[in-house]
């Protein structure tokens, strides 16, 4: 079961890919739409191109693409800078709208990056708030009546165990919170509903599942009723109502543009609205169909041939995002061995072996193919020699 638009991306000859969930491939197209950005607009137009080839549009333009796939009103999607800086704008800002309140709830399953920015967001407000972390199954019987914000991240990056977004959402809204969901491993993995969530913000990637490449620029969303009341604590000029009126003093710009801070990644922005191109015509249900085929294939395989693996993600596939992992205490080496024989996947400490499973490129023969090589190399321990076991610097 695949979706019928392989043929849309650059895998290189024998790849098996799964790690779209860390860096999506190249889709066809991307280069010749940044090279043809770069002579005729960059190379042609210079200073002109803000003007003629409309690039301050781009963050608002794309945005309301990826609004369009995840259920979003238009206007309600920005883009620009890493998901990291956009955790902390839309944290802050959540912050904001509860000045009674002084805890930031979150799960021990979210991502570092989130917390740290957390951490130190509270450290500059003078660390009169509190970062509750809890199990990611009591999140919801944490949202106490203290809680300002609640930043959750919706599928977690070791296990793949996905939160009930509209249900988490409720118990915020239930006890006064503010809901702030992180999509990084949602956008382009499995069907979300902003809009009918009635969450405040979301935040999340663009060069895992959607493709846009290393480094993508992020995207914040915010509901749309509270997009005027929404204070930027990034109150960079691009956020303000009149960037080249150069006033002394900032005042945000009445709509979803107060969410950017500067300038615009042209470049990043182009080689994004291209890539996602290659999702014209899917849809979120077939795709979110074949994810799980694919790993319910993979799961069964793994199971039955590679006995020293362990599941470390629900077996309930309503429970969980587009990846699949698997402990094994000699993981790293494993995954190493496997990079070997071009099937990627990654590494996660201290024992994780996570594998995407992005349907737009990848089928069930790949899948089958990928077991076999797994049980090759654990059958006859080729993860066991030192070449394997030397960590790199991205894992
Ligand atoms: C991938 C990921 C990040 C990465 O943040 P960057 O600022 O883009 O490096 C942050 N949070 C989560 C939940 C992620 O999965």
Redesign the pocket.
């Known amino acids: 079961m695949t979706l019928p638009v392989k043929d849309r991306f650059h895998l290189p000859e024998g790849m098996i890919y799964l790690d779209g969930n860390s860096l999506g491939p190249l889709p066809k197209g991307v280069e010749a739409a940044v090279s043809k950005m770069i002579t005729d607009q960059w190379g042609a137009h210079l200073i002109k191109g803000w003007n003629v080839d409309d690039w301050m549009a781009m963050p608002l333009r794309i945005g309301n693409r990826l609004a369009a796939m995840m259920g979003a009103a238009d206007e309600t999607i920005t883009m620009g800078d ?4 956009k ?1 902390y704008q839309a944290l802050a800002a959540g912050l904001e709208m509860r000045p009674d309140r002084r805890v930031i709830l979150s799960d021990s399953g ?2 570092p ?2 917390l740290y920015m957390a951490e130190g967001l509270i450290k500059l407000l003078g660390g009169t708030y509190q970062l509750r972390i809890v199990a990611p199954e009591e999140v919801e019987a944490a949202m106490t009546d203290d809680v300002a914000v609640a930043m959750i ?1 919706q599928v977690d ?1 070791r296990t793949g165990r996905m939160h009930d977004m509209a249900g988490i959402t409720k118990a915020a809204h239930a006890a006064g919170a503010v809901m702030l969901w ?1 999509l ?2 949602s956008a382009g993995a499995v069907p979300v509903d902003l809009g009918g969530c009635g969450c405040e913000f979301a935040v999340g ?1 663009t ?2 599942y959607l493709n846009g490449g290393p480094g993508a620029p ?1 995207f914040i969303y915010v509901r749309p009723d509270l997009i005027g009341d929404t204070q930027p604590a990034l109150s960079g000029w691009l956020g303000h109502d009149a960037p080249f009126a150069f006033e002394q003093s900032y005042r945000p710009a009445p709509g979803i543009e107060r969410m950017l801070v500067g300038t615009p990644p042209v470049i990043a922005l182009t080689a994004l609205e291209c890539a996602l191109d290659a999702w014209n015509g899917v849809e979120m249900a077939e795709l979110r169909a074949a994810s799980l085929h694919l790993s319910e294939v993979f799961i069964e395989e793994v199971e039955a041939r590679c006995p020293d693996l362990t599941l470390a993600s629900p077996r309930d596939g309503n429970q969980r995002g587009s990846q699949v992992s698997f402990a094994f205490e000699n993981g790293y080496a494993a995954m190493q061995a496997l990079i070997a024989r071009d099937v990627i996947g990654d590494f996660r400490a201290p024992n994780i072996m996570r594998f995407g499973f992005t349907p737009l490129y990848l089928d069930e023969g790949d899948v089958r193919r990928a077991v076999d090589i797994l049980a090759d190399i654990l059958d006859n321990r080729l993860w066991d020699t030192p070449e394997y076991k030397q960590t790199n610097r991205v894992t």
Request: net charge negative.
């Open positions: 890493t998901l990291s800086i955790v979210n991502f990056s989130d991240t990056y992180d990084a491993h990637c060069y895992k992020a």
